[in-house]
């Protein structure tokens, strides 16, 4: 069960989604909470680098059949768990809301007692990240100072 899922968004890319969803799963995993953090940027993925992890698997492999979503999990130093998004697969980052409803279908699989996931979204207001953020409890959208 899932306790509190959280938005981390934007319209645009650049603006440090993925900085913030990182530092904040991590501060949250340092007060001993139990964090999962979702790279939803499907098509342009980075939040493993940004954790200096290595994936052989990711959501791709999830939505095409291959794997679970236990199977791709990645344990950071830090204890937050990662799931990777996909980076370079164009398919994954057009996904319509039929596709992107199976994304948080694939979310119940989960037994574990999660404090929280915290969903690293894409840049933009495509079906698939409004989908991904009527999903959320909570929406923290990222702003820089800069028209």
């Not at 934007?10 to 964090?35: D, H, P, Q």
């Not at 699989?109 to 409004?130: F, H, N, Q, R, T």
């Not at 989908?131 to 100072?145: G, P, Q, S």
Request: glycine share 8%.
């Amino acid at each position: 069960m899932i306790k509190n899922i959280l938005a981390i968004t934007n319209r645009k890319g650049g603006v440090g989604k993925t900085t913030v969803s990182v530092n904040l799963a991590i501060a949250l995993a340092n007060e001993g909470k139990k964090v999962f953090l979702f790279d939803a940027d499907l098509g342009l993925a980075n939040a493993q680098i940004a954790l200096g992890l290595r994936t052989e698997y990711n959501f791709s492999h999830v939505i095409a059949g291959e794997k679970k979503l236990k199977d791709i999990l990645l344990e950071h130093q830090s204890g937050v768990t990662l799931i990777p998004g996909a980076s370079g697969i164009q398919q994954m980052a057009a996904l319509g809301k039929l596709e992107t409803a199976a994304i948080v279908q694939a979310f119940s699989e989960l037994k574990d007692e999660i404090d929280y996931l915290i969903i690293d979204m894409a840049a933009g207001i495509s079906p698939s990240v409004l989908t991904l953020l009527n999903a959320c409890h909570r929406k923290f959208v990222v702003v820089i100072d800069e028209p």
